[in-house]
């Protein structure tokens, strides 16, 4: 199966700031890599799919990149309701699809 | 507007068995392939399973963790879909979030719509 390896596991930032989370594949992926968003209590929200493509919806200031094993999800200017747990997810090939062990954005 | 409203949670045995439904509106069900994702109270994000529409030959995929245990269907005439949960461990304690591929393709496949979630206890 393909590991999903995200960091950091958490971090804390303000309100405005440039804020840059890392998922790594065990095996290429080539573009097949969703970023989700979940806050607490709720289900989680897809932001971004096919690495780089934004969900109907979604701010402009989340933005994905990346291609084979190495992926990036920037929030621009981090916002109050942008306080979340932020995971990736593979989509290559054959199931299981499996997620990263999540990102947790707390405030500073 | 696209729903998925999960029902059936609750305690249970270890060895018991449980079935989630997922009462789907808003979309093609026939045609989506739908997902069971779970958390563990505390914990991110695990994938349990897939089940394909009919066009994809409805097939059935499922994790490690649950293979042979866990069941995945679909009754695309009462847009359903359930998940048989038999030989439950203290483990399998999460809760259960049904999710829908609706604007996804097969061959770019991701989560779009996702339920609230239904907790699924698992204790003695």
């Known amino acids: 199966d393909i590991q999903m390896t995200q960091s950091p596991s958490s971090l804390s930032a303000s309100v405005g700031d440039r804020v840059t989370i890392t998922c790594r594949a065990s095996?290429?992926?080539?573009?097949?890599l969703n970023w989700y968003q979940q806050r607490p209590g709720k289900a989680p929200k897809l932001l971004i799919y096919?690495?780089?493509s934004l969900q109907s919806g979604v701010p402009s200031r989340f933005s994905g990149s990346g291609s084979g094993t190495d992926f990036t999800l920037t929030i621009s200017s981090l916002q109050p309701e942008d306080f979340a747990t932020y995971y990736c997810?593979?989509?290559?090939?054959?199931?299981?699809?499996?997620f990263g062990q999540g990102t947790k954005v707390e405030i500073k | 507007e696209v729903q998925l409203v999960e029902s059936g949670g609750g305690l249970v045995k270890p060895g018991g068995s449980l079935r989630l439904s997922c009462a789907a509106s808003?979309?093609?069900?026939?045609?989506?392939?739908m997902g069971w994702v779970r958390q563990a109270p505390g914990k991110g994000l695990e994938w349990v399973g897939l089940?394909?529409?009919?066009?994809?030959?409805?097939?059935?995929d499922y994790a490690a963790p649950v293979q042979g245990r866990f069941t995945i269907s679909r009754d695309d005439s009462e847009n359903t879909l359930f998940l048989q949960m038999n030989s439950l461990k203290t483990e399998d304690t999460a809760v259960y979030f049904c999710?829908?591929?609706?604007?996804?393709?097969?061959?770019?496949?991701?989560?779009?719509?996702w339920g609230q979630g239904a907790l699924v206890t698992v204790s003695s």
């Open positions: 997810q593979q989509s290559y090939n054959t199931p299981p699809w499996t």
């Open positions: 999710s829908a591929i609706v604007k996804g393709t097969p061959s770019n496949p991701f989560f779009d719509y």
């Open positions: 096919a690495a780089s």
């Open positions: 808003g979309f093609t069900f026939y045609n989506s392939w």
């Open positions: 095996q290429s992926i080539t573009t097949y």
């Open positions: 089940i394909k529409s009919k066009a994809g030959g409805e097939t059935r």
